[in-house]
């Protein structure tokens, strides 16, 4: 296992939530930005090219193992949008209540509403590392109009889990640090990480 991993992001959510789930595992994960790593371009259509573009990058940069995750939200009824675009839906801006009006907007006239995250996490070992670690989550829901909630980011506020009758902003972190996307993928990444 390692000590140390660089995170791949700016994102202050993010990192807080991948912190919590590392520190239970005795690794130290170290934002992006103590390397003054600059923004990589994210210009593939994959969840998967992404995160490992990111990786190579913030390795290249720390030169230390690099984790990146590369995650969205996908609806069937809009044929898997905005996936890659989630951060920039709405424009370059990255503005979550104007990514969350116009996925309302989208979803509008459709019958199925439902819609799922989706997380690829990827670490590499080094820049050049021929086999990086690739590890995926989903999470199933389905999208709500009304914002609930006061936890999470992003979309949380209006993806609904039918099961717990609560949008994911309503879930206590720990316990969304459980179910979610992101805790799906990182429980598949440890599961590799002591396997090597």
């Avoid at 595992?25 to 969840?47: A, K, M, R, Y």
């Avoid at 573009?53 to 969205?72: I, V």
């Avoid at 069937?76 to 709405?90: D, E, K």
């Avoid at 424009?91 to 104007?98: I, L, P, Q």
Wanted: charged share 20%; glycine share 8%; with cysteine.
């Amino acid at each position: 296992m390692f000590e140390k991993i660089v995170l791949a992001s700016n994102n202050a959510g993010k990192g807080r939530e991948f912190a919590q789930l590392f520190a239970r595992e005795n690794i130290e994960l170290i934002g992006q930005s103590q390397f003054n790593v600059p923004d990589c371009p994210e210009p593939h259509f994959t969840f998967v090219e992404n995160a490992l573009a990111k990786a190579r990058h913030a390795a290249r940069y720390s030169r230390l193992p690099a984790l990146a995750d590369d995650s969205g939200i996908c609806f069937p009824a809009l044929n898997g949008a905005p996936g890659v675009l989630s951060a920039r839906f709405a424009g370059e801006a990255k503005s979550d209540a104007a990514n969350n009006a116009k996925v309302s907007e989208c979803l509008k006239n459709q019958i199925d509403k439902r819609g799922y995250y989706v997380c690829i996490l990827v670490l590499v070992r080094h820049e050049h590392d021929p086999q990086p670690l690739i590890a995926e989550g989903v999470w199933h829901g389905q999208w709500q109009t009304e914002a609930q909630g006061e936890h999470g980011f992003g979309y949380d506020p209006h993806f609904y889990l039918p099961e717990y009758g609560k949008t994911a902003a309503q879930l206590l972190p720990e316990q969304k640090n459980r179910i979610s996307h992101r805790a799906a993928a990182l429980a598949k990444l440890f599961a590799m990480l002591k396997a090597h």
